[in-house]
């Protein structure tokens, strides 16, 4: 307690009001993640305002054995940037420091401080006439550096890549303050390890990123978007495998949905309207993009995608937003998902993937043995078919009790869901990382190997565990 | 000495003739790096079938306390492949596990064992009517474990990236002899530290890559190749940024050269003509690639690139290869610098990065001051603009002792190089890694927090020091 006292004082005094406090109303929202999941109790609230600060505070942090979770727009879905219930940790928010401190516009690279958050990114890369190609719907919170601690996925990994992927450079604090910082963006560089990729999806157990330099691209100049009712996953798969064939990097989305999905958010949405007159067991949703470079072929991309998936008899049926407007609409759909289909009942989530080249045969397949174990369920897999990742959902029976049943039978759910995707050599956390919600499945889960791996590198690099302890690894096997 | 023969009795049960030999004849081929830098001594030369087989081989090394070096196909750049002189080691060699164990034809994906040649590759991947897009000099010897381990480069970074991003699986033995298996492909996981990552480009001193799955791209179905002639570097630069502008993902090369370098050519290879009428201070090579889904428009781009490039006075002259052979020309061109300038007399070669928004600035400010620091020496910068990455050679006043000079005032010159490139924020191994060549350079010149950091993770991993010691990083500061 008085080391507790000592503590507080210094880090008052490093940080100032503004920095530092432990008003309990201003600590309450950042105490809880933004699904309600976790609630955690903080000694304190640190708001540092520099890379000099993080770095001073986390020595401090070290010098009283104080630990530290990071916390960037809290719009997590792991539980990843919440403390635990002993109350002894800090929350360090990076949300002060969000000012974008460089920008090239020839090199199209942006440097921004961690508490960038990424709608601002977004309108200021749109300003330029450029892009940055990740978003996500918690785009108006999620900040630039939790998007690199998570390696934070979306609707464009397909053809962009992960968050890992925009990053050129990095800067970030280490678990004893001192700073790495590799924000000057390098394309080629062989020099060791490579060390930006070992904070990259670390969830900050490494390091506490503070800045990150991205790469932006030309600025969208055209899109077009389709929608296609297809009779089963598999042929999704194929009329993917088309895509790909016919339009190359100018497909940059290719999402699948269920019918049943489509139901519930036809439910669930009173505005919202089927993109086909029909019904069909499946459904694509398909974005071509063209920059100025590309715009002039796009619109004949789409109608030849089109045509020659009809002639080929890939699709049911296929329409082409003939707008904007519409083309924004077939996309609320595959927004609305989620919402609808929790709308429903009762149900549990799974952020999992698959090779691309299994995902098809893994939802046609497996999604039955998870309905036959548990009598009344119902499966629902969506998602990005692209890069074999599956949001798969398992609602409850009817009549099941909400709050209660997730608890009990969910977890037994999800138990078997994370070991079939084991089985099928697939990853028990697509996008959303391991953070407190999958850690001890990661434990039990995980090829032991790459447990040992990771934490012989954890132990080296935060020996104390003093950096977001309790998230994505422990150093002892405490399952 | 009782020790070593047991290890060797072992090793020979366990591997077999085929697998083991200390025969002198047998291990000379392999005990100096292709460019004669270096050359060392070895206990045995260890040829494994399996990874299986690499793992029982480590282990017994763990046993009985025997160094490791790790070797391809020898073709490496900086010694990293060679073992020391004190002949404690055993070469590990990866060549006789030179399978393609798997291919996708529909997920473009080849699971390759660690000694497929990458001109095996090639040829495979193009039977099928696909590309692998990462190609080197030494194509003929390098192998694919090498590639990964060096995270190798070229000249098709600038848009397919270094060898690191091709890898969508990896499988390596550990230290400790245990088997990392991340050969299934996903494109989206976030169970954690990015493992593969931590092992690529780390040069056989966490792990030994046994495999890799690797990413194909659809088969090239039309190129163009132009050749421009520009007043000045800077002016190269700005034909770049005109070329990414117009030509987006077309451009897949971008090179320069100085006039001595082209005059050198000119002199070194009777064959050789220069592609432009007049004299140019500069020259630039640049390829515009297609696959099926592009092909038709891509002779117009290359006139638009052109034609536009001239009206905006961004080069002095111009032309566009006319056909397959005059393509080839132009490239041969530039692969020969090399040989050309080494040809001319004693020369220290140096494969240095800046970010690729400086490399123009730095080569316009930073040669001059080599060559005043080192008066008679002539500075050639050329290599890939694109991606920051200048191979610059210094070469020696007239009548410098071949083999001498190197020795005493090259290393003087390169030490002064890689300071002054540090002091741009610049790589002193752009593409061939640190070895043996560099592992002095890198211990002084290294930020000393990614340089602990570094040391941290290599003792995590290997606390021994048993994998490639003496290469990329040691433990303890040596220097």
Not at 55 to 73: F, M, N, R, Y
Not at 77 to 96: F, K, Y
Request: charged letters at 20%; a negative charge; one cysteine or more.
């Amino acid at each position: 307690m008085n080391d507790n006292h000592e503590f507080l004082s210094a880090a008052d005094a490093l940080l100032g009001s503004r920095g530092f406090t432990q008003d309990a109303d201003l600590m309450e929202p950042w105490l809880t993640d933004w699904r309600g999941r976790f609630t955690g109790k903080a000694l304190g609230l640190a708001s540092p305002a520099s890379t000099q600060e993080v770095s001073e505070l986390v020595k401090l942090c070290a010098q009283h054995d104080i630990p530290i979770v990071p916390q960037g727009g809290n719009s997590g879905m792991s539980g990843g940037a919440t403390p635990d219930t002993s109350g002894t940790a800090i929350i360090l928010s990076l949300r002060r420091m969000n000012a974008i401190t460089r920008f090239d516009e020839d090199a199209k690279e942006v440097t921004c401080e961690a508490g960038v958050i990424l709608q601002t990114l977004h309108e200021m890369a749109e300003s330029k006439n450029l892009r940055f190609p990740l978003s996500l719907g918690g785009k108006g919170s999620a900040t630039i550096g939790g998007l690199v601690s998570t390696n934070a996925g979306g609707t464009q990994v397909l053809r962009h890549g992960s968050m890992g992927a925009q990053v050129l450079g990095l800067q970030a604090v280490l678990a004893d303050g001192s700073i790495f910082d590799s924000l000057t963006p390098l394309k080629k560089d062989n020099r060791g390890f490579d060390l930006k990729q070992v904070l990259i999806g670390s969830e900050g157990t490494l390091g506490i990123v503070t800045a990150a330099t991205l790469k932006l691209i030309p600025a969208l100049a055209d899109r077009a978007v389709l929608w296609a009712g297809v009779a089963s996953i598999l042929d999704a798969r194929k009329l993917l495998l088309h895509a790909d064939n016919l339009a190359g990097d100018a497909l940059e989305g290719f999402e699948v949905l269920p019918k049943h999905s489509l139901d519930a958010v036809l439910d669930y949405a009173p505005q919202s309207r089927s993109p086909l007159q029909g019904e069909h067991e499946w459904h694509c949703l398909i974005e071509l993009t063209a920059d100025a470079s590309t715009a002039d072929r796009l619109q004949d991309l789409a109608t030849k995608l089109l045509e020659s998936a009809f002639e080929e008899g890939l699709v049911e049926d296929a329409t082409i937003a003939a707008n904007e407007t519409q083309a924004a609409d077939f996309w609320a759909i595959r927004e609305d998902i989620s919402p609808a289909e929790r709308a429903i009942g009762p149900a549990v989530q799974h952020d999992i993937s698959v090779p691309v080249s299994k995902m098809a045969q893994f939802v046609s397949e497996a999604v039955p043995q998870v309905e036959a174990q548990f009598p009344g369920t119902v499966g629902v897999a969506f998602g990005h078919l692209g890069d074999g990742n599956v949001h798969y959902h398992v609602l409850a029976p009817k009549g099941a009790e909400r709050g209660v049943w997730e608890r009990k039978e969910g977890k037994k759910i999800s138990s078997f869901v994370y070991n079939l995707v084991t089985e099928w050599g697939g990853s028990i956390s697509a996008e959303h990382g391991i953070g407190q919600l999958k850690i001890d499945e990661l434990a039990q889960l995980a090829d032991p190997v790459a447990l040992k791996m990771m934490r012989s590198i954890k132990r080296a690099l935060d020996p104390q565990e003093r950096l977001n302890p309790g998230k994505l690894v422990w150093l002892a096997d405490k399952v």
